[in-house]
């Protein structure tokens, strides 16, 4: 599993005791503070030896339906609980769950030899390789790639067959398919801006998704996609990416989209397939955008769109009623004369 | 001439038989299937050797008033056409373009020697490089210039004299002038953002133009120039980007142009002398920008701007009705009291 | 003192009469040409020795208290002057005070050994840096840091213990406390974007500020923070920038404030604490933020905001009145039904 590549699971399980302990939270009736809890996973994900947290009321459907064991959640949502889970009462779930990841997981170490290309990694034939460039421990890149000067291929990241990482490129806790074009600048990979504000403090939450790109993918150049938090940030096959992107941790983009430059998608939105968004347009977080759907440049995008809706206008709406708000507001300052 | 500097071109010229061949477009009344196409120009600059293409309407005068001898179109164009050009119909004349670009010209292949510095390049007299940086084939550089440490200069570009070429940035494709300065981490040279969209899929369009870069020019951090898809991207004398400029392929900026932060100046749009764009603002592609223009920040022009005009907003408008539009929107929602 | 670390300091002090040569700029009443001119500062921070300048009305307030000893204004500003100044008349004071910090004032020379690790460089026990990274003259790095691949520490910066510089990211003209994660393609320190238009050619304007970051700051991948022109650039302990950030020169933010995605913040703007700020959203120059001020996504401050306000939009105004914008400007184009 991708994980294990870059990351350290410290333990195999941790008890609810432990779990306790570690976060303060205060078990809700009755629980086996024996019971073991093996990893943690997002509400969606989680199975019954995993734990979850619900801290938000947008994800209070998926919460209801969790197949959680454990789950960290605010005692004011302790009788909304679904049957069947051991519920942890915390003021802060999600600073809870993030001591918690933090328990089970830590990123590898970083490792620096005194070589440019560590003696583990794995070069596929026919791939050329600039002279100071850096190829991390266990790295594997596959065969006829280009890897430019200065690029930065971190350790464990996997890099498929027909690949160009172009000049000054970094690239970690990646997985990146064939044919695909990562542009100079670029920057995929770094943990994403997950913090969980506690006493005045932005508590840095470890984020142990990776980076997925399909294959014939391009990443314009400096572009930055986070990793995900929990699940994985996914660039799926032939979508393209312009320049100077922002791509935040967990967001899905589909197949066949492409984004203008100086796009943004925030935090956990999801993309469909063969969607267009246009030049310095941004997309919210926790928003879905359907199929076939067309963002105008400079948009801003603040809830979900229907499949093949086209939409112009911050915060954005219909096309039709973005020209009509145009017209309507020149004609407003031309009655007023003001 | 420049584009033999970073292009093979393979074939010196294709028949029109062999033009058909490729790009299983269909002549439009009698033509000449021996008759000889030497190179792929725009409609403007196209000779009658040349072939060029023809599909969008806000080409359609320069459609008219070309000197091309071979031209691809969609058919509901063809009884449109000009008289004298060797007319080839297809559904999807911006991917038969982009067939006939990759039939004559392929990039020449990046070759990476051990040493950092090929032994090929030229480097002026009291030019610094660091000790990572990297410069490539046949690369020159002029006299006096400080290459930042990892910074990547890639085959073929050429460098004036007096240029700082700060840290991590990437030069590629770029013919540089004098005094300039290219701080940290710019791209200068990557293709431009060109795809023909045909049956699901993107089709990456080679992008035969390059980056032309005046006198006294400053590319601030992180910025982003693409090169040219047929024509040259130019960025004339004197002009001044803040960071994190996106530059659109195609794109030309004239003399002592001021940009700030953070903006966008999507493909093809030609932007006049002295013009003054404030941080985040956007422009448009396909767009004409006249001289001593300013635009206010956090503006988006969607349409073409007179000589000395000053806008703002999104869409952008000149900037008193802009003020006006404030007023009355404030005093929309004073009245209301919803 | 901090700016002698990276500039050098041409003369000890320049005569009345020199400083009059050097600008062109005319003495208004009775001035002692002998006397001494030490340094140039802000109206703000100058002693009687030193010279600052007064060029826009929106710093009259500064000017009337400055203790400056000498001033460069223009001559409509001449009989507002407060008292006992040494008041130099000149048609663009920018321009002028661009000329006598020249004189002061020089970056030190890039200099580049055969060694990416400078031999006076001091670094820390326990710090890993890639084999690839460069650490520029005097640079001091602390303990248990780590300097990724092709990093470049630029001479004379300084920088804490425990600290992460991600890979392909420059440093320069920075002091840089304890726990501080500079994330890959990060840009710090460059010259901010300062010119002094005169006689249709954009002069560039000495930028003798450093960057001062704190403890515990974060600074996202592909961010841009410019060096202050006479003051610093200062990020505060505590505060967290997402990607794709550009902090214009002379910005302050304060303590544990959080800035999301592509966010803007052009110079000698003033950000409070504990302030959270929206991605893609822009600040314009020479605010002031409030602390505790939240500033919805996609939005474009144009004014100052009091403490613990909440705003959206652009031009931004009270999150409640946007709301109310926002229906009414939906009822509007329904009742119209254009």
């Known amino acids: 599993m991708s994980r294990e590549r870059f990351f350290n699971k410290k333990y195999e399980y941790l008890t609810l005791a432990q779990a306790i302990e570690i976060t303060g939270a205060t078990p809700y009736g009755e629980v086996d503070l024996q019971a073991r809890i093996y990893d943690v996973a997002t509400l969606e994900k989680a199975s019954s030896q995993q734990i979850s947290f619900f801290h938000s009321g947008s994800y209070f459907e998926k919460f209801l339906a969790t197949k959680a064991g454990f789950c960290l959640i605010e005692e004011k949502n302790a009788d909304r609980s ?74 464990g990241s996997i890099i498929g067959d027909n690949c160009i990482i172009n000049a000054n490129a970094t690239i970690a806790f990646s997985i990146i398919g064939n044919n695909c074009i990562i542009y100079a600048g670029a920057r995929i990979g770094q943990d994403g801006f997950g913090f969980a504000h506690q006493s005045g403090i932005n508590h840095k939450i470890i984020q142990i998704g990776i980076v997925e790109i399909g294959d014939d993918v391009e990443v314009g150049a400096n572009c930055c996609i986070d990793r995900g938090a929990i699940e994985n940030t996914i660039i799926m096959d032939g979508t393209k990416l312009d320049n100077l992107n922002q791509i935040g941790h ?8 492409v984004l203008a430059g ?77």
Request: with cysteine; charged share 15%.
């Open 82 to 155: 679904p049957a069947g889970i051991n519920i942890l009462l915390h003021k802060n779930p999600y600073f809870a769950y993030a001591k918690i990841a933090a328990s089970f997981y830590e990123e590898k170490p970083h490792e620096y030899s005194e070589s440019l290309i560590d003696s583990s990694a794995k070069i596929g034939d026919g791939t050329k390789i600039a002279p100071n460039a850096f190829v991390g421990k266990n790295v594997q890149i596959g065969k006829n790639c280009i890897i430019g000067p200065s690029a930065s291929i971190m350790q």
């Open 250 to 257: 967990n967001v899905s983009i589909g197949k066949g989209s």
């Open 262 to 338: 100086c796009s943004a998608i925030a935090g956990s939105t999801k993309i469909g397939n063969f969607v267009q968004v246009g030049g310095k347009s941004s997309v919210g977080g926790h928003i879905s955008i359907g199929d076939g759907v067309k963002i105008a440049g400079m948009s801003g995008v603040m809830r979900d769109i229907e499949p093949m809706q086209i939409v112009a206008g911050i915060p954005s709406m219909p096309i039709k009623q973005w020209h009509r708000l145009n017209i309507a507001l020149a004609n407003m300052i031309k009655k007023k004369g003001v």
